[in-house]
């Protein structure tokens, strides 16, 4: 004979069991990696590339000056390249795929592929990691860089990582940006604002994920974004001081890279030179011990070195300047003052390093792009952007100076290089035939006083987006 009271208990385990049954369907399953593919089903097949190439942005959007840069750059102004875009999780309305609408949109793109991955494992995927291999550049889109950090030493890691070794690219924006540094603010414990860092630089909220991702020229930095908009610097100030005092940077030096959003987009080419699209960019480097950096204090740093970069402006990863910069510190947590502008306390001239971009139109003497500053060795760069395209820069000799010019020009297009004299004639030429063939010429000054001269670059045949770079060296 059953008792009221065992009713009651079996009546309580019904219910109880009813309760975590309805629990558990109420809960979101973990969702499996979803895959869209726009424009043409089947891969491109090619013996090589022309990059590495790489896009750095400040917000997750796709920014297509830089995109279009990368593109070119990767396939030589011929062909066409496909791309990945892997996201963390899917855009909650509008389109699926807003990365992949931009690219395909874009000159010289086969297809573009969005994989939606939500758990760490998913960087084990098979078909994920053939796309991956099969494509020529791989976009981080904006989201959560923790969920990306958490793909080291998945079979993704190494996937990304073969692509760039065939010379195609990586980039992302945003959470992307950030996943594509060698040391990542991953945050993985939560996000922390400049405030925070700056009050204690080992916040529980900072956390670094290292050995993912350490691209040519770009090692010892550490990427965040949105930069000007949300105030930073100060965090990445502190991240700085956290990586010299822990050992994350080679060198006992860490460099961070700081891009706007709104456009704001640093495009690193091959030989390791950056430009700047859209919005302004900022480069901080922390050269030596932290005066103090311990948990539970405010941050104590003198002397960070801060190089801005204005939509156009160049920054040589590969041969770091050690000029351009202004000074701003942090003491007792508290930041000067003006971080986002300064005077630099040096100039280049005569230090190594330097570039020059041109500034359309720069197509006659009179419009030339300003390179007398430019120290030795030095670079001025541009494109041949229509078949009739002249790119003119103004540079001086002092007596006795020789000055050899040598020109890297890409696959896109032959272009020819002249020296010129102050009136337009030309004294110095190279004209040598193909696409993607290097142009050189030298010259001496042999009248008193200095002079000026005039770099001449022009489209001999074809065109394109793809950048060529002249170096002058003054002896």
């Given at each position: 004979?059953?008792?009221?009271?065992?009713?009651?208990?079996?009546?309580?385990?019904?219910?109880?069991?009813?309760?975590?049954?309805t629990f558990t369907a109420q809960q979101p399953a973990h969702a499996a990696a979803s895959r869209i593919r726009l424009g043409s089903t089947s891969d491109v097949s090619r013996p090589s590339w022309n990059g590495p190439a790489f896009t750095m942005n400040g917000a997750g959007a796709v920014v297509p000056a830089s995109m279009t840069r990368a593109i070119d750059?990767?396939?030589?102004?011929?062909?066409?390249?496909?791309?990945?875009?892997?996201?963390?999780?899917?855009?909650?309305?509008?389109?699926?795929?807003?990365?992949?609408?931009?690219?395909?949109?874009?000159?010289?793109?086969?297809?573009?592929?969005?994989?939606?991955?939500?758990?760490?494992?998913?960087?084990?995927?098979?078909?994920?990691?053939?796309?991956?291999?099969?494509?020529?550049?791989?976009?981080?889109?904006?989201?959560?860089?923790?969920?990306?950090?958490?793909?080291?030493?998945?079979?993704?890691?190494?996937?990304?990582?073969?692509?760039?070794?065939?010379?195609?690219?990586?980039?992302?924006?945003?959470?992307?940006?950030?996943?594509?540094?060698?040391?990542?603010?991953?945050?993985?414990?939560?996000?922390?604002?400049?405030?925070?860092?700056?009050?204690?630089?080992?916040?529980?909220?900072?956390?670094?994920?290292?050995?993912?991702?350490?691209?040519?020229?770009?090692?010892?930095?550490?990427?965040?974004?949105?930069?000007?908009?949300?105030?930073?610097?100060?965090?990445?100030?502190?991240?700085?001081?956290?990586?010299?005092?822990?050992?994350?940077?080679?060198?006992?030096?860490?460099?961070?890279?700081?891009?706007?959003?709104?456009?704001?987009?640093?495009?690193?080419?091959?030989?390791?030179?950056?430009?700047?699209?859209?919005?302004?960019?900022?480069?901080?480097?922390?050269?030596?011990?932290?005066?103090?950096?311990?948990?539970?204090?405010?941050?104590?740093?003198?002397?960070?070195?801060?190089?801005?970069?204005?939509?156009?402006?160049?920054?040589?990863?590969?041969?770091?300047?050690?000029?351009?910069?202004?000074?701003?510190?942090?003491?007792?947590?508290?930041?000067?003052?003006?971080?986002?502008?300064?005077?630099?306390?040096?100039?280049?001239?005569?230090?190594?390093?330097?570039?020059?971009?041109?500034?359309?139109?720069?197509?006659?003497?009179?419009?030339?792009?300003?390179?007398?500053?430019?120290?030795?060795?030095?670079?001025?760069?541009?494109?041949?952007?229509?078949?009739?395209?002249?790119?003119?820069?103004?540079?001086?000799?002092?007596?006795?100076?020789?000055?050899?010019?040598?020109?890297?020009?890409?696959?896109?297009?032959?272009?020819?290089?002249?020296?010129?004299?102050?009136?337009?004639?030309?004294?110095?030429?190279?004209?040598?035939?193909?696409?993607?063939?290097?142009?050189?010429?030298?010259?001496?000054?042999?009248?008193?006083?200095?002079?000026?001269?005039?770099?001449?670059?022009?489209?001999?045949?074809?065109?394109?987006?793809?950048?060529?770079?002249?170096?002058?060296?003054?002896?």
């Open positions: 004979m059953t008792s009221r009271h065992s009713h009651k208990v079996a009546s309580a385990a019904l219910a109880l069991l009813a309760l975590t049954l750059d990767i396939r030589g102004g011929s062909g066409s390249i496909d791309v990945v875009v892997l996201a963390g999780s899917a855009p909650t309305s509008g389109s699926q795929t807003p990365e992949c609408d931009t690219v395909m949109g874009l000159t010289g793109v086969n297809s573009c592929t969005t994989w939606t991955l939500t758990a760490a494992n998913d960087g084990n995927n098979s078909q994920v990691n053939a796309d991956v291999r099969n494509a020529e550049f791989v976009y981080f889109a904006g989201g959560d860089q923790c969920r990306y950090a958490a793909w080291k030493g998945t079979a993704l890691e190494a996937s990304v990582e073969s692509v760039v070794a065939k010379g195609g690219g990586s980039g992302g924006g945003s959470a992307g940006h950030h996943v594509n540094s060698p040391i990542v603010y991953d945050a993985c414990n939560g996000s922390v604002t400049s405030a925070e860092a700056l009050a204690n630089p080992y916040d529980r909220y900072i956390s670094f994920t290292t050995g993912m991702f350490d691209w040519p020229d770009y090692g010892g930095v550490i990427n965040d974004s949105h930069f000007v908009t949300r105030d930073r610097m100060g965090r990445t100030m502190s991240f700085l001081a956290r990586a010299v005092k822990d050992g994350l940077a080679p060198g006992g030096a860490a460099w961070g890279v700081g891009v706007e959003e709104g456009g704001g987009s640093l495009y690193l080419d091959r030989n390791g030179m950056a430009t700047q699209y859209g919005k302004d960019a900022y480069v901080v480097l922390a050269d030596h011990q932290p005066e103090q950096a311990v948990d539970r204090k405010p941050l104590t740093y003198s002397g960070f070195k801060i190089w801005r970069l204005t939509p156009g402006s160049t920054f040589d990863f590969k041969n770091r300047p050690t000029c351009g910069y202004y000074l701003r510190s942090v003491t007792n947590g508290v930041a000067d003052a003006n971080l986002y502008n300064g005077t630099p306390i040096t100039n280049c001239s005569g230090q190594s390093g330097s570039a020059v971009a041109e500034s359309e139109p720069n197509d006659t003497r009179d419009t030339a792009d300003d390179a007398t500053a430019l120290p030795s060795p030095g670079s001025v760069t541009g494109s041949m952007k229509s078949t009739t395209d002249r790119d003119y820069f103004k540079v001086s000799l002092g007596s006795g100076q020789t000055a050899s010019v040598n020109c890297s020009v890409p696959a896109a297009y032959d272009a020819d290089l002249y020296w010129l004299d102050s009136t337009g004639s030309t004294l110095a030429r190279s004209v040598n035939n193909g696409a993607g063939v290097g142009e050189a010429l030298g010259f001496t000054r042999t009248a008193a006083g200095a002079g000026t001269y005039y770099i001449e670059v022009e489209a001999y045949s074809g065109s394109g987006a793809s950048a060529y770079t002249c170096t002058m060296t003054k002896s």
